[in-house]
């Protein structure tokens, strides 16, 4: 596996256990993370808050890496599906790329393009 993955997998498996201080150790203090629709956060207090409040939008999380791309391990750009569960137990799937740019071994750069979340029906 690359840097790329083993960072991405890592952030993502602490995002899922919903423990945004580990989530954090995967970025730069001043890295810039690019939201899918809203506008960017930089250093590890917006990131924070940002994360948080996913958290109470969404407390289910779980993240499928579908496919990836990488440039060394510099940067990458992975494929994902997201499965979710809001507050009103509501299920849903969104897939999505998420572009990292890694430096010192942590994420420098973060973009994500999502699709709209799916409801989940059955």
Request: hydrophobic share 35%; charged share 25%; aromatic share 10%.
């Amino acid at each position: 596996m690359s840097l790329a993955r083993d960072l991405q997998a890592s952030a993502w498996d602490a995002e899922c256990r919903r423990d945004v201080d580990a989530v954090l150790a995967h970025f730069h203090p001043d890295a810039t993370f690019h939201p899918a629709g809203a506008p960017a956060q930089q250093g590890h207090a917006a990131i924070r808050d940002m994360t948080e409040d996913f958290y109470r939008s969404y407390p289910e999380l779980e993240i499928d890496i579908v496919d990836e791309w990488g440039h060394g391990d510099s940067s990458a750009v992975f494929e994902f599906r997201a499965h979710l569960r809001d507050n009103e137990g509501n299920r849903s799937t969104l897939d999505g790329v998420c572009l990292v740019e890694i430096g010192d071994g942590t994420f420098t750069s973060v973009r994500y393009y999502e699709d709209a979340p799916v409801p989940v029906t059955g």
